[in-house]
């Protein structure tokens, strides 16, 4: 890779972020053209996002006249709601959501040299796992679709990373910086309810590592006002909740539906095919009028309460094929069947060099990004182990995947000063 590392560096690193957003957009939306010139998609954040626009109200993710609704975290879809007043619903607006979608994944790859370089592993590391992840989409729809908030997720994962690493510097981290960072602690799990586990583990293991009871204190003293600030971020959504919906939903409402959808005499482990299958669209109120309306007498908590109990029935009188397909899950989440046999192949390469690369980063100065990264592995997948998967709820953890797999091999041959230096 040495040569590679000189090529780089006859520009400045800014000249190579430019390229990755500017380059990487526009093979993103080359792509995307191909579909031609369609309506928007109505998914279910969508759906939120036409509600919103149309009667101001933050409902009706099933169809029309469903109720309010606390399926989708808000963010996204308030986002999606600014575009669709802007662009209506027309190809205007899937266009436009596919732009920023492309838009948000490849700034997240552009910021790969100052994560490098703040991780100690060096900014020209991170700008060849810039042009990776920018140049090598594997995992293409969900940088493009714009249907779902995969894209913003892995954008927030690494503007947290960089965040904590700065907190985490030497010295005390004080409260100010624990005021920002719970900001950004609330705004994360207003955007997507599985970054709340990982970051809980963030903020957990300092303290459970921490060499003394001094140091303990000391995250303490920033840890607790990091939290309660996240908390009056995040408390909005719950009082909204428990007014709009009868309960104070602490994240979503879906997961009794999607335990019961995903666990079932005709469950398959990927998602894409039960969808295709019109017996599994009818047990919800997706593709099932009666259920429909059953959300709308029921309300939305309580039907998601009683699809959880069903589910809960059938795994403890099939409890071989739960866990049947729970490992199929659990493989297909890390090796992902896709369309074509080269990104499937690609996506093989990601995980086995990613987790390689985090390995090789534990015995560099990188070593706490590192340790954050297999936490975010460890714990990001869990919920995707029970109900089925698809390769773009991966797609957030793929791109810090991506940032191992281009660091390690642009600098597995320096020593760890070398690499602290570049």
Known sequence: MVGIERLLRRFPVPVWQWLIVTGGVALRLLF???EGW???????????????????????????????????MPLYPLWQALLIRIFGTGPEARYAVA??????????????PKLAERAGLGRYAGV??????????FNFFPQTEGEFETSFTFLAIVLLLLLWLSITAPGNPGLRRA???GLALGAAGLLSAVLLPVLAVWLLAPFITAPSNGRRKEWLRFAIPACLIAGIVYAPWVIRNRIALGAPVLTRSVFGLSMYQNNNDIAHADVDVDVKSKAWQVMGPFGGSEERARVRAMGEVAYNAEKLRLAKEWIQSHR??????????????????????WQTAGEALVT???LCGMIWGL???????????????????????????????RFPLEGLLIFWVGTWLAGRKSTPAQSHSA
């Not at 409902?59 to 006249?65: E, L, Q, R, S």
């Not at 492309?102 to 997240?108: D, E, F, H, M, Y």
């Not at 060849?128 to 989409?137: E, H, K, N, S, T």
């Open 128 to 137: 060849f796992a810039g042009l990776l992840g920018a140049f090598l989409p």
């Open 32 to 34: 995307f053209a191909r």
């Open 99 to 112: 732009f920023f979608s492309a838009l948000a994944a490849c700034i997240g790859f552009s910021l790969f």
């Open 320 to 341: 071989r094929k739960f866990i049947v397909l729970t490992l199929e899950r659990i493989r297909t989440f890390w090796f992902p069947a896709m369309v074509r046999p």
């Open 352 to 354: 086995v060099l990613g």
């Open 179 to 181: 005021v920002t960072f």
């Open 363 to 393: 015995h560099r100065p990188s070593r706490q990004l590192a340790i954050l990264s297999f936490a975010a592995a460890a714990v990001y997948p869990l919920v995707y182990y029970i109900v089925s998967n698809n390769p773009r709820y």
């Open 38 to 72: 369609v309506p928007l998609l109505r998914g279910e954040s969508v759906m939120i996002a036409i509600s919103v626009v149309q009667n101001g109200t933050f409902a009706n993710t099933y169809g029309d006249n469903s109720g309010p609704t606390a399926h989708c």
